[in-house]
Structures are given as structure tokens and as C-alpha cells.
């Protein structure tokens, strides 16, 4: 992570450089525009952004969305976790290609700063159990050919798995206390679970 952000100030460059150039994100616009994809790990992202008004308490600049494809957990779906989980989010169809795993929120300087779970209908497919979700976080590689984003992101799960089963955790407690059978579809439910982050800090013990 030091050599990426070291090697973008060498250059001066923003970590967004590659997805913005020199203009301000469009609200809610995709970048880029059809995610990264990395085929060979069957991993994907996207960064956007909200208008102030949707999120009038953020102070990030945008945030990251990660996302497993469905060769990497399909075969999961049988497992005692992912049958628990399906029980407890109401059973939801499965057919969608992929399963958000985490987000990550960033600051104007393009440092990470937080990590949240948002619902299902945020992203518009699925996600799966806690343990689930943290083995296939704990196994990303990203090679999506945005070098320095792809860096920082899995260097980032790598130094907050503690904050990540955290927030992993609570987010199943927040869908188990629902009163609502089709709880992934609960738009009073957005995000579910967060944790702002220093990675100063991280890096310096």
C-alpha cells in the first residue's frame, strides 16, 4: 500500500486517476462504466458516489462496492452457512451473478476511511453468510487492470479482517431482527453495518 500511494505522488496522481482523469465523479455514475472485472479471480468492483442529499451525514468522497461472481460461491449455496443465511433473509432467488461482499468509503484524497455493508436492494443481487462472505474477502486477488486500486483494495481487507467479521456480525444481527420475510428488500434497511478505519495507524504497529 506505501509503495502504491508512494509511486502515485511520485507521478501526481490521485488513486482515481485511472477511473476520473481530472473531473468530479458523476452522482451515482459507475466507474467504470461496466465495473472491473477480473475474470480470472471472479472478483469485480466499482466506485460512485452520492449526492449530499441521499447521505446528507457522509463525509466520503465516494466509495467502492466489491463483489464475488458466481463461480466463486455458487457451490457454497450448499453449505450449512449459506442454508442458515438463505433461511434467515427469507429464502431470496438466487439467480443474480453475483454476491456483494463489502464496501469501502474514501476520503477527497483518495485514502480509505470506512468499510460498510449496505442491503441487498442497494446493489440489486445478494449476498452471502458472514463466514462466507469473509473467506471470499480473505482469498481476493484483484487484477482488474486498475494496478493501483486493485492494490489498495486488497491490502486494505487484508489489514481490517478484525473490522470486517465485526461488521460482518452485526450486519446479520440487523437482518435477524427484522420482522420482515423479504427483509433484503427493506428500503428503511440501507446499510446495515460500518466502521470508520485508520490505516496511519494500522501501518504504524
Known amino acids: 500500500m506505501l509503495d502504491t500511494y ?4 511520485a507521478r501526481g496522481e490521485h488513486l482515481l ?6 473531473q468530479l465523479p458523476h452522482q451515482w455514475q459507475h466507474y467504470p462504466e461496466n465495473d472491473a472485472i477480473d475474470l480470472d479471480s471472479g472478483y469485480q468492483w466499482f466506485y460512485h458516489s452520492h449526492s449530499p442529499e ?3 451525514d457522509a463525509t466520503e468522497h465516494g466509495h467502492f462496492h466489491l463483489f464475488a461472481r458466481r463461480p466463486l460461491w ?6 450449512r452457512a449459506e442454508r442458515d443465511f438463505a433461511a434467515l433473509t427469507g ?6 451473478a453475483t454476491r456483494h461482499l463489502l464496501s469501502v468509503g474514501m476520503d477527497a484524497k483518495g485514502i ?24 471470499m474477502l480473505a482469498n481476493m486477488r484483484l487484477r482488474t487492470g486498475h494496478d493501483a486500486i486493485d492494490t489498495v483494495l486488497e491490502c486494505v481487507v487484508a489489514l ?9 456480525a452485526a450486519r446479520d444481527a440487523i437482518l435477524s431482527g427484522s420482522a420482515r420475510q423479504d427483509v433484503l428488500a427493506d428500503s428503511e434497511l440501507e446499510v446495515l453495518s460500518g466502521q470508520t478505519i485508520a490505516l496511519d495507524a494500522k501501518l504504524c504497529t
Open 91 to 96: 429464502h431470496p432467488d438466487d439467480h443474480v
Open 112 to 135: 480509505p476511511v470506512s468499510l460498510f455493508t449496505v442491503n441487498s436492494w442497494v446493489t440489486g443481487d445478494l449476498m452471502l453468510s458472514a463466514s462466507g462472505t469473509e473467506r
Open 74 to 79: 455458487s457451490r457454497r449455496l450448499q453449505s
Open 160 to 168: 481490517c479482517m478484525d473490522e470486517i467479521r465485526m461488521i460482518l
Open 6 to 9: 508512494t509511486a502515485l505522488a
Open 54 to 56: 441521499d447521505r446528507p
Open 17 to 22: 486517476h485511472d477511473l476520473l482523469g481530472d
